[in-house]
């Protein structure tokens, strides 16, 4: 079931399926709630899935604070908005799985209201903040995003995401996400960019925390390598650790059926 709610002017757009335990699944930068759809056909009939559009994504709107030179939008920001859309469903609490940038806003929502969480996952994510080395390639990122436009950034960026060999048997994936991607604009990828550059280390998240915490990993991801994720899986004091070899960024993609399984193990232990 789609759906949409309003989050002060913004439009957010979500879909709703399966019964059982909330399970939100948050998407990553450059992707919407689609890049989850083979995880969803499988677990639907395992959990209740709330799968939402980030802002600037897929069908929802963009998010805009009332002073955005001054108080740019923030991954805080970003968990602000999935806990409306629990509050929303009056859902009191969930599981909640994060990729990549999806992974920073589930480690933001679980700083702030890990009441809420039953567990949650960082699928090729890192607590990890940004190196002073990736700020600066962020930031100077933004200036390439306006001057070339959000389908080129995207275009030369999205196959960067993926394993070699994944690369080299299914090109067709590789451009089928980069066709997907077409409709972001400049305003949302830079946006993103800025949240992303600014965001804290929170690895204090993981070690303070007493829920169970799933980390997906692949061995040749370049945009959450494997030896730094490995540095923070002993931090919880429950941690179940997957690692997918191959792999880059885009488990969901590269590795579906080992995927789905290890998130039905992780979402039904």
Sequence with gaps: MEKTFSFHSTTISYTLQGKGTPVV???????????????????????????????????????????AVSDAVSIEDYAEVIYALLQTENISSCIMLGHSM??????????????????????????FADSEEKKAMRAKAVTTIAQYGAATFLRNTIPNLFGKAFKETYPEKVTQLIVSAAGFTVAALQQYYVAMMNRPDRCKVLAGNPLPVLFVIGTEDVAAPMEDVLQQVHLPGISYIHVLPGCGHMGMWEAPEPLNQ????????
């Design 262 to 269: 290890l998130l039905l193990a992780f979402i039904n232990p």
């Design 25 to 67: 699944l948050l998407h990553g930068f450059g992707e919407d709630s689609q890049i989850w759809n083979t995880q969803v056909s499988f677990l639907q009939q395992h959990c209740m899935l709330v799968v939402p559009d980030l802002p600037g994504s897929g069908k929802s709107s963009l998010l805009v604070k009332e002073n």
């Design 102 to 127: 999806g992974g920073y806003i589930t480690l933001a929502f679980a700083e702030k209201y890990p009441d809420k969480l039953q567990s949650f996952g960082l699928v090729h994510s890192t607590a």
